[in-house]
């Protein structure tokens, strides 16, 4: 599976930006699709997930101003984030996974100004 990840940008704290990921398979919907984010000099931390089910699960830090959604018919997730603080500046991974199956989409830059 090829993730292609787009929607980064530079905003000022309390802005937003929505994050999206296209998948090239039709069979996207048995998926997991998650969102994680790696920012200066720190780990790669899953920020928000979805199964394929539609359940959904986020890092304390981003509960209330983060939201997670896929659209299956588009092969697309969707990470809307609202009330963006300068700690959520990191580059911006999605990730898709079943399984033993693990795949990753290239970077998206996400840059909060305060």
């Known amino acids: 599976v090829q993730l292609q990840a787009s929607g980064g940008g530079s905003v000022q704290a309390g802005g937003s930006l929505r994050l999206s990921c296209v998948a090239d398979?039709?069979?996207?919907?048995?998926?997991?699709m998650g969102w994680y984010r790696q920012g200066p000099r720190k780990t790669r931390e899953l920020v928000a997930a979805?199964?394929?089910?539609?359940?959904?699960n986020y890092v304390d830090s981003v509960k209330g101003r983060f939201t997670i959604s896929r659209d299956n018919a588009k092969n697309t997730v969707y990470l809307e984030m609202n009330s963006l603080e300068p700690e959520d500046t990191a580059v911006y991974y999605c990730?898709?996974?079943?399984?033993?199956?693990?795949?990753w989409g290239q970077g998206t830059l996400v840059t909060v100004s305060s």
């Open positions: 990730n898709a996974n079943r399984y033993h199956l693990n795949y």
């Open positions: 979805v199964t394929s089910g539609g359940v959904t």
């Open positions: 398979r039709s069979i996207f919907s048995i998926y997991n």
